[in-house]
C-alpha cells in the first residue's frame, strides 16, 4: 500500500522509452544504490544543488545545475523533515563541528520571492539544529536592517565584518558560511583567505565555473553509469559543443557559432534517426556561465543565426549585473512533452538535492512557452513535486502510471548531475 501524496496531474506523450528508461533503472535499482553509495565515498557532493530536467518520453537529461539553487520555497511542505535531516547530514558531512552557521544571499534586495527562497532556506537549517544569521555583502546594514515578506514575516540581515581572516556578524562568530549567492561578479575580497569554510566553495560561483565544464564531467559520469546499467548514455545526457570568443553585438565569434551549430543538428538528427524519432531536432544556445535564464536561445536552423534583430541580439549580449556574455554553451534541445493541467500547459522538473540526498522538487510550468522552448523566463509558476522517501524507494509492482517510479527516474539523473558536480568541486 503506497501513500498518495498530493501530485500535480501530470502528461507525458510519447511514453514508450521512457517507461523502458524506468524500468531498467527500477530492475536495476539494488546496483544502482551501491554504485552510488560507493561514488560519493571518492567524490563528496557539494552541500546542496538543484537540477533542471527535460523529459522527452525517449530522452530524460538535465540542461543545467545550479550550485547555489534558489527556490526552496517552491518545494512541498510536506516534505519538510526529508530537507532538515538531508541538512543536518550534508553541512556535517563538510563541517562536523558546525552549530553556527552564516547564510549569505544575492545582493538584489528588492526580489521578493527570492527572500521567500531565503526564509526557506533559513527554516530548513533551523529545523536541522543550527544558528543561523542572515549577512549581505551591500554595505548598507550598518544596523541590522529586516526585509518584510508578504505574510509580513521579516527576515533580519546585516553586513558582514572582517577581523583578520575570520568574517563575523557583531556578536556572532559563525563556524561556516552557506553561499546562497552565484558570485557572478568574481570572489570579493572580503571572502578571500578567510578562515571558515565557505560552503559550496567561492571558486564554483559563476565568475570562475563555466556550463561547458560541468556537462563535461556529466558525459564521464554517464558514460560509466550507463555501462553499469547497459543503456545508451545518450538518453541521459545531452549532447553539447561551446565558442570560447564571442560577442553578439558586435557579431564577434559567428562563424565558430553557425559551424557548431550546424555540426550538432546533424549530430542529433543521427541519434532521432537511430531510434525512429520523428521530431526535428533544435539546439539551445546559452551563455557558458549564468543563471535565472537569462541569455537563453533556441536555434532550429543554422539560417536562424542569420537574422538575428537588434532585440534578440541585446538579449543574448548580458547577463545578471549587466555582464557580457562572452562564452556560449550550445546544447542538444531536449523536448518536454510533460503537460499539466486542463490547459495543458508546458512543464519540467526541477529537482533538488542536500549532499546527495533528493529531497523534493517542482515544476517549472509555462502556459505561453512550446515544447522546445525555455521556460525559465516571466510567466512561469511552479507546481511542488510530491517526492516521498528521498525518491530512493519506489513502487515495487512497477506501473507506468505510478508517480514514485518516474521520481525515482528523476531522482537518478538528477545524483547524476549532483555527482559530476562533486568531480567538479574536486577539481577546485
Keep these: 500500500m503506497h501513500t498518495k501524496h498530493h501530485t500535480p496531474h501530470l502528461t507525458t506523450a510519447l511514453v514508450g522509452p521512457m517507461q523502458l528508461l524506468e524500468r531498467q533503472l527500477l530492475s536495476r535499482q539494488n546496483e544502482i544504490e551501491n554504485w552510488f553509495h560507493e561514488e560519493w565515498k571518492k567524490n563528496p557532493a557539494p552541500v546542496y544543488g538543484s537540477v533542471d530536467l527535460r523529459n522527452s518520453g525517449f530522452k530524460l537529461a538535465p540542461v543545467d545545475m545550479n550550485l547555489f539553487p534558489a527556490g526552496f520555497n517552491n518545494l512541498n511542505s510536506e516534505f519538510f523533515s526529508l530537507a532538515t535531516d ?41 529545523g536541522a539544529g543550527f544558528e543561523v544569521r542572515v549577512g549581505t555583502l551591500l554595505p548598507d546594514y550598518e544596523k541590522p536592517g529586516d526585509i518584510t515578506l508578504k505574510n509580513g514575516e521579516k527576515i533580519q540581515i546585516e553586513t558582514l565584518k572582517r577581523n583578520g581572516n575570520v ?32 560552503i559550496p566553495p567561492a571558486e564554483l560561483g559563476w565568475s570562475q565555473r563555466l556550463k561547458s565544464g560541468h556537462f563535461k564531467y556529466y558525459a564521464d559520469v554517464t558514460a560509466q553509469f550507463a555501462k553499469l546499467i547497459d543503456i545508451d548514455p ?24 553557425k559551424f557548431q551549430v550546424e555540426q550538432l543538428l ?13 521530431c526535428n531536432p533544435f539546439v539551445v544556445i546559452k551563455a557558458d556561465a549564468g543563471t535565472y535564464g537569462m541569455a537563453v536561445m533556441t536555434v532550429r536552423n543554422v539560417d536562424e543565426l542569420q537574422s538575428l534583430n537588434r532585440k534578440q541580439r541585446t538579449a543574448m549580449s548580458t547577463l545578471k549585473g549587466g555582464r557580457p556574455v562572452q562564452q556560449v554553451i550550445i546544447q542538444e534541445g531536449v523536448y518536454t512533452f510533460e503537460t499539466l493541467g486542463e490547459d495543458n500547459a508546458v512543464a519540467e522538473p526541477v529537482v533538488y538535492l542536500w549532499g546527495q540526498r533528493v529531497v523534493g522538487g517542482f515544476y517549472r510550468v509555462h502556459k505561453e512557452r512550446g515544447v522546445d522552448e525555455n521556460l525559465n523566463s516571466p510567466g512561469m509558476h ?6 516521498a522517501k528521498t525518491c530512493h524507494k519506489p513502487a515495487e509492482d512497477f506501473s507506468p502510471e505510478e508517480c514514485q517510479n518516474r521520481f525515482y527516474a528523476y531522482g537518478v539523473v538528477a545524483r547524476l548531475s549532483m555527482l559530476a558536480a562533486a568531480k567538479e568541486m574536486a577539481q577546485h
Design 382 to 387: 511552479f507546481e511542488p513535486l510530491a517526492f
Design 266 to 278: 546533424n549530430e542529433i538528427q543521427r541519434k532521432y534517426t537511430e531510434y525512429n524519432i520523428t
Design 234 to 257: 545518450w538518453v541521459i545526457a545531452p549532447m553539447f559543443r561551446h565558442c570560447g570568443e564571442i560577442d553578439f553585438m558586435k557579431r564577434e565569434g559567428e562563424d565558430c557559432l
Design 167 to 198: 568574517i563575523q556578524l557583531d556578536h556572532f562568530m559563525p563556524d561556516v558560511i552557506l553561499l546562497n549567492n552565484d558570485l557572478s561578479d568574481g570572489i570579493p575580497e572580503i571572502l578571500q583567505n578567510v578562515q571558515q569554510k565557505i
Design 86 to 126: 538531508a541538512a543536518q547530514v550534508s553541512i556535517l558531512q563538510s563541517v562536523p563541528t558546525a552549530k553556527k552557521i552564516l547564510l549569505l544571499p544575492e545582493s538584489h534586495t528588492r526580489n521578493i520571492f527570492y527572500w521567500e527562497n531565503i526564509r526557506a532556506l533559513l527554516k530548513i537549517l533551523e
